[in-house]
């Protein structure tokens, strides 16, 4: 169906997933020239985001399982992005901290795309720019909401 037949709602739902796959598309390339996962990398921009996270808050927020995290938090240790460390508050747990150095230069790959949207959005007015954040926020809540749906089988 061409856009114009879909009502706006549809074809912003259509704009989502063009841009999800465009997103999907870049960090696949980013990923291939560190030498790691786009799982890797999203963990990595996560840990950067949020600070040194255990197993389970990664596998939780990236919807993965506990083996899972452990493989890739080896990756990203063997890759010098990462490393792990006993919880000081709970000794059981162990912490992934992000190598900050070795993750600035994975980043680094984006600076174009930062750049790029720095120049889009000086086309715009902050107002703009901030309903857009606040849209792009309640559509992220939304889409979580749908994936909780769906892993749960609702």
């Given at each position: 169906m061409s856009e114009e037949n879909l009502s706006l709602p549809a074809a912003?739902?259509?704009?989502?997933?063009?841009?999800?796959?465009?997103?999907?598309?870049?960090?696949?390339?980013?990923?291939?020239?560190?030498?790691?996962?786009?799982?890797?990398?999203?963990?990595?921009?996560?840990?950067?985001?949020?600070?040194?996270m255990n197993a389970g808050e990664v596998a939780e927020a990236?919807?993965?399982?506990?083996?899972a995290i452990s493989s890739m938090?080896?990756?990203?240790?063997?890759?010098g992005y990462?490393?792990?460390?006993?919880?000081?508050?709970?000794?059981?747990r162990v912490l992934i901290h992000v190598d900050q150095p070795a993750?600035?230069?994975?980043?680094?790959?984006?600076?174009?795309?930062?750049?790029?949207?720095?120049?889009?959005?000086?086309e715009h007015p902050d107002r703009d720019l901030r309903l857009l954040l606040t849209m792009i926020g309640r559509f992220t809540a939304l889409i979580v909401e749908q994936r909780t749906a769906l892993r749960d089988g609702a």
């Open positions: 912003v739902t259509d704009a989502l997933f063009d841009l999800g796959s465009a997103i999907d598309l870049v960090g696949q390339a980013a990923a291939a020239r560190l030498g790691i996962t786009q799982t890797d990398l999203i963990c990595l921009h996560l840990l950067m985001r949020n600070g040194p990236l919807g993965l399982t506990a083996a938090a080896t990756r990203l240790e063997s890759g990462a490393h792990r460390e006993i919880d000081p508050t709970d000794r059981r993750a600035q230069r994975a980043i680094a790959h984006f600076d174009g795309l930062y750049t790029a949207i720095g120049r889009l959005c000086d």
